[in-house]
């Protein structure tokens, strides 16, 4: 398997799961839901990953970011961006199948 093809499955395994774990999370509470945000945002690109698909992954994690702060604040007025991080995250995938 060529470098290319592994780093670019590396970034359609990571969209995969972070669509599979937003599912999950809207079915959880809010904080339970905010903790699976929060494991989300700590898992980077690949440094040998191209440009366009960083700047894909990057936008992913300040939505989940976004995301779970709302989810963690229970003093927010404002709704959680749950389509927006499906949106985003679906489009990543996408970009790297």
Do not use: C
């Amino acid at each position: 398997m060529s470098e290319s093809i592994r780093v670019n499955r590396d970034s359609e395994v990571k969209a995969r799961y972070a669509l599979a774990l937003l599912r999950v999370a809207q079915l959880a509470d809010s904080q339970t839901a905010a903790r699976l945000m929060h494991h989300l945002i700590i898992d980077g690109p690949q440094p040998n990953e191209r440009p366009e698909i960083v700047e894909l992954h990057f936008r992913a994690v300040e939505v989940f970011k976004e995301l779970a702060d709302s989810l963690g604040d229970p003093s927010s007025r404002k709704p959680p961006p749950w389509k927006t991080a499906v949106n985003v995250t679906a489009h990543w995938l996408n970009v790297v199948t």
